[in-house]
């Protein structure tokens, strides 16, 4: 049994079917990379996956329980299902170091945080975080401060803070530079030793450099699944997204 299993999970809007009986399987400490043209269903995966959208029908099994149609706020406490949406989803008004801290805390703390005494455990966990994500440096620093993609970083250290056992990114290095780009697949190499981490993703040289296997959705369907060298030379997944891609 995989650890997580997609038994033909569909969602329609308004009789159009955005995904399609889509039965996909993920081992525990894998990463999965979703690609596909826009509009292929890969956001809306993610979506029921983490409960912001229920399904018409199909199952999300989660170590043999379903748990399509939960609750967000129970898929992620409970299920322990992070999610990193794709634009930095920060706390301006707070320091990098605050915005762990709330996460870790979860976000109960959320306003209080000069009102209590960090322990020093907690402490070590903030600064082994900010460490992980190349911040440690800026802890004090507002996140306005921070480069596109630092925010970025400072987002997936607060999925971290909240201590998930899977983890999804959806397009993580959007706007973000070479360099950053290559810190965040080091960075996500670091994650997947134990956690299972599934990523939306269009730079195919960043898949490349972090996928263990990829799923190629097209119209709401799968398309090709394989490692990168299996997806790049597939003659269809060529045609309907990577030479698409090129000509963008």
């Known amino acids: 049994m995989a650890y997580l299993e997609l038994k033909n999970l569909t969602v329609e809007f308004q009789g159009f079917r955005a995904v399609d009986e889509v039965n996909l399987q993920i081992e525990k400490g894998e990463v999965r990379v979703i690609i596909g043209p826009n509009g292929a269903g ?86 082994g975080i900010l460490k992980q994500i190349n911040l440690y440096g800026k802890r004090e620093l507002l996140p306005v401060l921070l480069s596109h993609g630092e925010r970025q970083w400072l987002e997936i250290g607060m999925v971290l803070a909240q201590k998930p056992d899977i983890i999804t990114l959806d397009e993580p290095t959007a706007g973000m530079t070479a360099d950053e780009t290559r810190k965040t697949g080091e960075l996500i190499q670091e994650i997947m030793k134990d956690k299972t981490v599934i990523v939306i993703e269009h730079d195919i040289d960043f898949v490349k450099q972090i996928a263990q296997k990829i799923t190629v959705l097209n119209q709401g369907r799968i398309l090709a699944e394989g490692n990168y060298d299996e997806i790049t030379s597939n003659p269809e997944v060529i045609k309907v997204y990577l030479k698409s891609d090129e000509e963008e």
């Open 42 to 127: 890969k956001t809306t995966i993610i979506d029921m996956i983490t409960g912001k959208t229920k399904p018409t029908y199909g199952a999300i099994l989660l170590e043999g329980e379903n748990i399509a149609g939960k609750n967000p706020y129970e898929i992620a406490d409970k299920y322990r299902v992070g999610r990193k949406f794709q634009g930095p989803n920060v706390f301006d008004h707070m320091s990098v170091y605050e915005n762990i801290e709330v996460a870790l805390n979860g976000f109960s703390r959320l306003g209080k945080t000069l009102f209590y005494k960090r322990s020093r455990e907690m402490e070590e966990e903030i600064d």
